[in-house]
């Protein structure tokens, strides 16, 4: 599977870094990017990623409340859901775009998280909606 | 003028990095030919099992290129005359005959050395040759000849291609003049020789905590695998402890870093052993600091990690090297076999410190350590010269390099003129606009942290196929200063234009990496950093998909760094202000320094009248009146000009960013808006009112309230207290660290002033850690009585009307006893006040699982926090006692005059950035942006005036909220624009794995 990550910098990013640090295991299909916030996750980019071969793709920012920038998880959260409702019109299965809260301090739930959204996409298999074919 | 400082552990490290970072000049005198010192030999560090050496690299490199530090190694101090503000010191600097300037640390001497020398660095536990540099990342990178191996076959000499050997070197004798100067000594670990009892020296098989913490290493005599003394894996292991500490043969005192040391040993012994079965035999377990209890928890409930509250007697060696442990736990014998006995060994004042205690003209306390008062924890008895880390009291990390900013904060006081050293010169930076991108990659072994996880060879050789890639190589640690240096000459030999590093995490080393692209003549911003330690080898275990993966997060980044663009820094003028909130003791203590540096504070109380906690605190427990200090500060504070006092106030908003904040305080007389640099959050903490133990009545208490009955006279004539109420439970999990300090405290006073009294303490372990131990003592032999208890069997508390009476078990006794005191004391926690929640939403900084404040790093950065301009002090970050609270307050002090006395600082380029010609000024990025640093302007051009967006630098955070809100991508966020995220996830998502 392939499972592409926007993670802010502030909390998920060093959510992650901190699974890490507590070697807490995940599987290796999950694959980070870095960004400074969820809220400048850009549309585009997460179907870029389904085109290019994504079958998963997770949004993953600081806890209502706690964005480091104070509002950029609430405007990913809008996004989130109107491009979730869009997948869902042309017939995609929205199940594999997921948002995703986890602080600093949540390794833990970051792993748990990881491992439990690789199950939920290889339930639904490979994705073939989206993906670019020549 | 300038500073002197003796001793280049971490606690040197840091205080040199404040006080240049503060503008001043700074010699840093090391004993050994390479700074670093204890903390270079550590494997991990508790309580988050970081790897030593990766936060300890990159400070080394710091000091190593700071333009205002200059690191004098191998070298004493002769001789010190002069006073404060004006002391003449004179240095001998011992032959290293190896020309420091001219050595580039290539090794090669020493692999062709034919002595083999016992390598200090590993304990004994291998070889070194005569020429040596005592670790791989060690600052100054030279070696060195230790004349004493020397054979004298003259080999180096004739290999060095740099000519640097030097057999007839000399002495050197250097003199300085600084107006102050910082101990920063370290200690001696115990020699355990000296407990025969245990056969250290005798039986092959018993080693030191030190000598387990290199064998657990990856750069440790056997690379990480724990062998005993034959070749044998141990399977049990037994882990002492005060070994030379709490010992009235040795060292009375507790050394208060081995129980957490030796809970680190036990977790990281079980993930290289997982099999093993690990014994650590403590009579008390100290783990008092923040996030050890809870470590200590893992150890015992994921680790399976066995803790006996018991003291060895002796151990006696069997004839297959196993040995054979003798203990007692309640007045009970027991003897148990164990293949590897580790002797938690700890620490002494360090060796010099007699001598160092007559140049210097400093007095030393009982222990022969450097003797401080308990409201100026960092001044020695001389002004001027001040003390850090352990060379005053056995202490860990943390507040090492909290005292070691305090120090620094100090010693800031005693410059008259900031003879400010100038900014670093790098070398002009290179065009490479219009180049076609020629990348070079470095992966990182970071020992066997990612190399055991990850082919990192074959990392190297992916990276070849990729394109633009001209250069690629695999390093043991790129973050060391000979991996930079390669990072460099790579740079100049193949004209690299883009560096991608695959390490660790960028949040920690980005920095590093930039500085070295602009040491190269690169602008910073041609570097992209690679994670393949925090998300890759540390969160997989199969390598072959681990490698896999690695090989599509480089990709990812390689094809972002084809897109990436040189930027300039923006820079900022600072508002020499501060606003400091919580106006007890830390709070007080911040504003007062802060004002002598000329610094203008505002400072904030919710409460009627200053002083917080401080107000309830009528004795300590070394007799001296904080009262009078309380008394002493308010007065000080209120009648400074420098100083604002809002009390009955709060904070109402904050906007702004480092160097500029703009706060809205609400005060009795309205909102008032101040501007100011920085923030020190000091809102303390309170004292837990109890749910359990019968609470509420009369005659149960707790320990505040008995120290103000005390304070008022009235001494009550028989006590049973109990410990940890509120605390080490489940609800919560922290140790409270002050409370058994109270507990005895309030029991010697009721003692002192009724030695016929009754004080009955119920306790499940004293935590009277460093030289607080010998009050322990004393209340023992003053007739105070000690009773343990478990949490499983806890004491129980029935009150019948007025009556009350305490039920408890006796160990060693074996049965139950009943207590009908006069009072009932409860040692109740330290909990966050209930308003962190909202002060940690409105300035943007997290708090941790317990509610206290999170700093930005629990090693090395313990008073900042991830926000740059806001400090953290006192108990709004744990509970602690009242030094403690000074130091991290004077420390915060420190780290913001690194920013305060700047007159510009220089913030990172990566913002919002419009291209006009796309943008149709619509207005929804100035809507979308959380800092309204987005405008609409009028722009000139040849056919009249458009309208367009336009980015205020100075406020623009980088958050990119906007880029993703333009319908038309007109703004990106340099750094993350929209084809280079895009170009990271074709190359991320093109490696099939």
Known sequence: ?134 | MSVLIVGGGIAGIQASLDLADSGLKVYLVEKLPVIGGRMSQLDKTFPTNDCSMCILSPKLNEVARHENIEIISNAEIVAVEGEAGNFRVKIRRNPTYVDRSKCTGCGVCATLCPVNAIDEYNEGMSYRSAIFLRYPQAVPKAYVIDRSRCVGCGICQNVCVAKAVDYTQKEEIIELNVSSIILALGGKLFDARRRGEYGYGIYPNVITSIQFERLLSATGPYEGHVFRSDGKVPKKIAILQCVGSRDAKTNPYCSSVCCTYATKHAIIAKEHIPDAEIHIFAMDVRTFGKGFEEYANRAKEEYGVIYHKARVAKIFQKKNGNLIVKYERDGKSFEEEFDLVVLSVGFEACEDIRKYSEIFGINLNEYGFVLTDSFSPVETSKPGIFVAGIACEPKDIPESVAQASASAAKALSYEKERAVVGKKEFPPERDVIGEVPRIGVFVCHCGINIASTVDVEELANFAKTLDGVVFSDHVLFACSADSQERIKKAIKDYNLNRIVVAACTPRTHEPLFRRTLMEAGLNPYLFEFVNIREQCSWVHRDKARATEKAKSLLSAGVHKARLLEPLQFVEVNVVKKALILGGGLAGMTAALELAKRGIECYLVEKDSELGGNLRHIYYTIDGKNPQDLLRKLVAEVESNDRIKVFKNSTLESVEGFVGNYRSRIKTPNGIVEINHGAIIVATGAREYKPKEFGYGHRKVITQVELEERIGRGEVPKSVVMIQCVGSRNDYRPYCSRICCQAAIKNALKIKELNPEAEVLILFRDIRTYGFLEKYYERASREGVIFVHYTPENPPVVRTNGDEVEVEFYDEILGEKLISKPELVVLSSATVPNEDNKELSKLLKVPLDQNGFFLEAHPKLRPVDFATEGIFLAGLAHSPRLIPETISLALAAVSRAMTLLSKDKIIMDASKAEVARERCDACGICVKACPVSAIEIAEFKTRTGVELKASVKKAICLGCGICSASCPKGAIVVKGFTFDQIKSALDGLLEVSA
Do not use: T
């Not at chain 1, 969820?38 to 549309?43: D, L, R, T």
């Not at chain 1, 959260?77 to 997948?87: D, G, H, N, P």
């Not at chain 1, 042309?90 to 775009?97: A, K, M, P, T």
């Open chain 1, 1 to 134: 599977m392939k499972i592409v990550v926007f993670a802010c910098n502030w909390c998920s990013y060093a959510g992650a870094d901190l699974a890490g640090v507590s070697r807490l295991k995940y599987p290796e299909d999950v694959k980070i990017i870095r960004v400074m916030c969820s809220g400048m996750v850009n549309p585009a980019w997460i179907l870029r990623a389904f085109r290019q071969g994504a079958d998963g793709v997770v949004i993953a920012g600081c806890h209502p409340g706690d964005c480091h920038y104070m509002v950029g998880n609430y405007y990913a959260k809008k996004r989130y859901i109107l491009l979730k409702e869009l997948l869902n019109f042309i017939g995609f299965e929205d199940e594999r775009l997921k948002l995703l809260w986890a602080s600093a301090s949540e390794g833990k739930k970051f792993a748990e998280e990881m491992a439990a959204f690789k199950n939920v996409v290889e339930n639904l298999g490979e994705q073939e909606k989206l993906r670019w074919k020549e």
